[in-house]
């Protein structure tokens, strides 16, 4: 699944009204951040800050499960069996060498709920997972 990338924006003003705040981290809570940035502005609707948020998907709502309902913490250690556990645990070292190369988040290359399908379900050729072993 490809990461989709998407764009939100809040304005908070100094003197305004504190569920605009509660919005904007119930937001941030809700979704996988990927970058904030936070600029004063002094516009139309007098100074405050504005917030660009970028985040991202894949293809629903990022910390929610398919009924919408947020997420719970996998321990995989209980949900793969030791073999597969360790091939998950290359693929996260994999995943994090990948992700300094490029400046991004590790959850930006693959999220963990990625790796662990890859693991269940391993490519029928077996030359790609000997290479991941190295």
């Known amino acids: 699944m490809p990461l989709l990338t998407q764009y939100a ?3 908070i003003s100094p003197f305004g009204e504190k569920s605009v705040t509660d919005e904007l981290n ?5 979704h996988r951040i990927i970058n904030v940035e936070k600029r004063l502005i002094d516009g139309e609707r007098g100074t405050g800050w504005l917030f660009l948020i970028e985040y991202g998907g894949s293809g629903s709502e990022s910390g929610k499960n398919a009924s919408g309902a947020p997420s719970q913490r996998v321990d ?3 949900v793969l069996n030791p073999a597969e556990y360790a091939r998950f645990d290359a693929l ?26 890859m693991v269940k ?8 997972m000997r290479c991941l072993h190295h």
């Open 9 to 11: 924006s809040f304005y």
């Open 26 to 30: 119930a937001f941030l809570r809700s």
């Open 76 to 78: 995989y250690r209980e």
């Open 92 to 117: 996260r070292s994999l995943r994090k060498e990948i992700a300094e190369k490029s400046s991004i988040p590790v959850y930006a290359v693959f999220t963990n709920d990625q790796l662990a399908h």
């Open 121 to 128: 379900h391993p490519p029928k050729i077996q030359f790609v």
